[in-house]
């Protein structure tokens, strides 16, 4: 099944996304789809992601990034099928397609949690060098699995800087500094944040006692290497049980 085939059969269409979604997209360079998971599927990600933290013990994340004061999960389709659920959702297909075009595959699933006292990062994005406006290469998705607020590091984006045609390091002394125009992402758990890779984002100091917990669905233009090699990385038993739809936006 190619992609085309595959985006039809989960009912992705050019009326998925509302005109105004499609608008904040552009314009601000990401979008809210709340709801998007319920309570039950977000309390049965919690509680795996858990799990494979402690079962994957220091070795959590290395086969794509480890990062001092957060719990880092990588390669995420390869260990539960009911992360398929992150691929193959068509609201968010629609805003990836959007996004970078008709022609893209999953680069990583990764999660990523922000422990209590930590998780601040440099605003950054997820390409090396600033691109031309509508000329996108990369879409990110944020699966909130706690509620996102001010006070536990809520991720801050700078609104529109995907339009810049620059990369915060091109203008910011200290990426890690405030920057005038960012806000926060606050938003409840369940809720799915389509953004656009080239938007300045970053995350925040998480104040609170608890973790803050998010996982990252990462995609790119078809032609471009993925984060993570889905055809080195995926066990033949993960290959056999996923769906030709996930396969086609996996490239495998």
Not at 98 to 120: E, M
Not at 151 to 171: F, L
Not at 197 to 214: F, I, M
Request: proline content about 6%.
């Amino acid at each position: 099944m190619d992609l085309e085939d595959a985006l039809v059969s989960l009912g992705v269409t050019e009326t998925t996304l509302s005109d105004e979604e499609k608008s904040t997209l552009d314009e601000a360079g990401f979008v809210p789809f709340p709801g998007l998971m319920s309570t039950r599927e977000v309390a049965g990600f919690r509680k795996r992601l858990d799990e494979l933290t402690v079962e994957e013990g220091e070795e959590a994340g290395t086969e794509v990034h480890q990062e001092a004061g957060t719990w880092r999960l990588s390669n995420l389709i390869d260990k539960d099928p009911m992360f398929e659920k992150v691929i193959t959702e068509p609201r968010l297909l629609a805003a990836v397609r959007h996004v970078v075009g008709p022609s893209f595959k999953l680069s990583s699933l990764n999660s990523r949690a922000a422990l209590p006292g930590h998780g601040r990062q440099g605003l950054h994005a997820d390409w090396g060098k600033g691109v031309e406006p509508g000329d996108y290469f990369v879409c990110n998705s944020f699966w909130l699995l706690n509620d996102f607020t001010a006070e536990n590091g809520a991720t801050r984006v700078v609104p529109e800087s995907h339009r810049s045609r620059k990369i915060p390091s091109d203008e910011m002394e200290d990426p890690t500094a405030d920057h005038p125009k960012q806000v926060q992402v606050i938003a409840p758990a369940g809720t799915v944040v389509a953004v656009n890779s080239h938007l300045w984002h970053g995350g925040a100091l998480n104040q609170t006692d608890e973790p803050r917990r998010v996982m990252h669905g990462y995609f790119c233009q078809r032609d471009q290497a993925q984060q993570t090699d889905q055809r080195k990385w995926l066990r033949p038993e993960t290959l056999d049980r996923l769906s030709p739809e996930a396969k086609a936006v996996l490239d495998v």
